[in-house]
T-cell receptor, first 118, second 115 residues
Framework: GAGVSQSPSNKVTEKGKDVELRCDPISGHTALYWYRQSLGQGLEFLIYFQGNSAPDKSGLPSDRFSAERTGGSVSTLTIQRTQQEDSAVYLC????????WGGGNTIYFGEGSWLTVV | AQTVTQSQPEMSVQEAETVTLSCTYDTSESDYYLFWYKQPPSRQMILVIRQEAYKQQNATENRFSVNFQKAAKSFSLKISDSQLGDAAMYFCAYRRYSGTYKYIFGTGTRLKVLA
């Protein structure tokens, strides 16, 4: 597709259930980012994938959160045993390979997945 | 660790007037990139403008310009001739030059444009 595609757009789940959020980046983009945006808050970094390199997982808030990127394209963010504090918009973004000299300097965001845990 | 601070949770501006949104950041690095992103109610984040730290000249994009003060670690966004479509959340962001390329965002400023 032309842009970053995320699914589902909205998800309501019961506390304790597992959820999977999907991100389909722009074709050809090697970098993929996941961010979390809680109500009234800024964007909290979760994880960053770049090509075949080991992902930067430094932002994952707990071991209930995990993400994978298969074949260097589609990514899935999984939240196990969801808690009410996990309610947020989960944003995915992609870009060309970031470089020191400005490559990949424009990241393109999807419209996000709005997760509500009840 | 790098941090980005936006001290104005909300700002208002009259249509056709000029408004400035503030952003400060903290880093020990000398080379980096700074960005302003806009998030309208649709939630789609859109790049407004970016600045390379090694460039002294302030970036401009049509009605949008920045005031980059490297020594003060300040990066403000000026919107001239404000339009109703400018109403949105604005996020300031920082990206390193090397190492991990994750973007660090501020908490955002909600801009209201009054007709």
């Amino acid at each position: 597709g032309a842009g970053v595609s995320q699914s589902p757009s909205n998800k309501v789940t019961e506390k304790g259930k597992d959820v999977e959020l999907r991100c389909d980046p722009i074709s050809g983009h090697t970098a993929l980012y996941w961010y979390r945006q809680s109500l009234g808050q800024g964007l909290e970094f979760l994880i960053y994938f770049q090509g075949n390199s080991a992902p930067d997982k430094s932002g994952l808030p707990s071991d209930r959160f995990s993400a994978e990127r298969t074949g260097g394209s589609v990514s899935t963010l999984t939240i196990q045993r969801t808690q009410q504090e996990d309610s947020a918009v989960y944003l995915c973004a992609s870009s060309h390979t970031p470089t020191r000299w400005g490559g990949g300097n424009t990241i393109y965001f999807g419209e996000g997945s709005w997760l509500t845990v009840v | 660790a790098q941090t980005v601070t936006q001290s104005q949770p909300e700002m208002s501006v009259q249509e056709a007037e000029t408004v400035t949104l503030s952003c400060t950041y903290d880093t020990s690095e000398s080379d980096y990139y700074l960005f302003w992103y806009k998030q309208p109610p649709s939630r789609q984040m859109i790049l407004v403008i970016r600045q390379e730290a090694y460039k002294q000249q302030n970036a401009t994009e049509n009605r949008f310009s920045v005031n980059f003060q490297k020594a003060a670690k300040s990066f403000s966004l000026k919107i001239s001739d404000s339009q109703l479509g400018d109403a949105a959340m604005y996020f300031c962001a920082y990206r390193r030059y090397s190492g991990t390329y994750k973007y660090i965002f501020g908490t955002g400023t909600r801009l209201k444009v009054l007709a």
